[in-house]
């Protein structure tokens, strides 16, 4: 799945207009949703999914087209390296 920031930025908290804050709010409720609703990739590939596929999301889906092996991306514990999972 996509990953969002964890924190918002709003900046200087005294002085925020009304205004100011339906802005800030409108734009954290599209990225939540852009997250949402983003439908994982799949990937056809000729060997399964690799530690170093960083590159891509939790929950992308890596089919071995040699084995037909199905997998998804469930975690990113490094920067350097993803856990994919087989699924049955």
Not at 9 to 17: E, M, P, Q, S, W
Not at 24 to 35: P, Q, R, S, T, V
Not at 45 to 74: C, H, P, W, Y
Request: hydrophobic fraction near 40%.
């Amino acid at each position: 799945m996509a990953r969002i920031a964890e924190r918002f930025n709003i900046g200087d908290k005294n002085n925020i207009t009304l205004e100011r804050l339906l802005l800030l709010l409108e734009e954290m409720y599209m990225d939540i949703a852009e997250a949402l609703n983003k439908k994982p990739e799949v990937y056809v590939r000729d060997t399964d999914g690799q530690a170093s596929d960083t590159f891509l999301s939790i929950g992308d889906i890596n089919i071995n087209s040699n084995t037909n092996k199905v997998e998804m991306l469930v975690a990113h514990p490094t920067q350097t390296t993803v856990t994919w999972k087989e699924l049955i």
